[in-house]
């Protein structure tokens, strides 16, 4: 018998995949491509979001001190940033901490009392002198009379 002719066997025909098979491995692969992405932390670099959470944090109580003629403090911890208003008693600080996503070191200050925000915005535009690094390719400075100096990201 000619082979172009021959039926086919059982053998023959369970040798490909079916369409089910294929959805099915397709359908597994970008569950664990979508896990992988989600792991590694996909979208933009941890201290490019600290640094641009740090500015705008900054601006805005800086803003608000010059405004209010009332002093401004953001208290920094590793865990996160809060911000803080000056009272006749004393400082008020938020409950609220906004987390930072990184790693992130303060430098160049004194040691803080108890309950005093590390970085102080006075209603003169004036601030404490400090020094703060994101990661190891962000950071920001200021000598206290001159504006917030930022490089990297």
């Given at each position: 018998?000619d082979?172009?002719i021959?039926p086919v066997?059982?053998?023959?025909?369970?040798a490909?995949?079916?369409?089910?098979?294929l959805?099915?491995?397709?359908?597994?692969?970008?569950v664990l491509?979508?896990?992988a992405?989600?792991?590694?932390?996909?979208?933009p670099?941890?201290s490019?979001?600290?640094?641009a959470?740090?500015r705008?944090?900054?601006?805005?109580a800086?803003?608000?001190?010059?405004?209010?003629?009332?002093?401004?403090g953001?208290?920094?911890?590793p865990?996160g940033?809060?911000?803080?208003?000056?009272?006749?008693?004393g400082?008020?600080?938020?409950?609220?901490?906004?987390?930072?996503?990184?790693?992130?070191?303060?430098s160049g200050?004194?040691p803080a009392a108890?309950g005093v925000?590390?970085?102080?915005?006075?209603a003169?535009g004036?601030?404490?002198?400090?020094?703060i690094?994101?990661?190891s390719?962000?950071?920001c400075?200021s000598?206290?009379?001159?504006?917030l100096?930022?490089?990297?990201?």
């Amino acid at each position: 018998m000619d082979p172009a002719i021959e039926p086919v066997s059982p053998a023959s025909a369970a040798a490909g995949f079916t369409l089910i098979e294929l959805l099915v491995s397709v359908a597994i692969l970008s569950v664990l491509a979508t896990a992988a992405v989600l792991a590694l932390g996909g979208g933009p670099d941890r201290s490019a979001r600290d640094l641009a959470l740090f500015r705008s944090q900054y601006g805005g109580a800086r803003a608000l001190a010059i405004a209010s003629g009332q002093s401004r403090g953001l208290v920094l911890t590793p865990q996160g940033l809060r911000l803080a208003r000056r009272e006749t008693a004393g400082w008020e600080i938020s409950e609220r901490l906004q987390p930072w996503q990184g790693q992130v070191a303060l430098s160049g200050r004194r040691p803080a009392a108890a309950g005093v925000p590390e970085i102080i915005l006075l209603a003169n535009g004036r601030s404490s002198a400090f020094s703060i690094a994101f990661g190891s390719a962000a950071r920001c400075r200021s000598d206290g009379w001159e504006a917030l100096a930022c490089r990297g990201n």
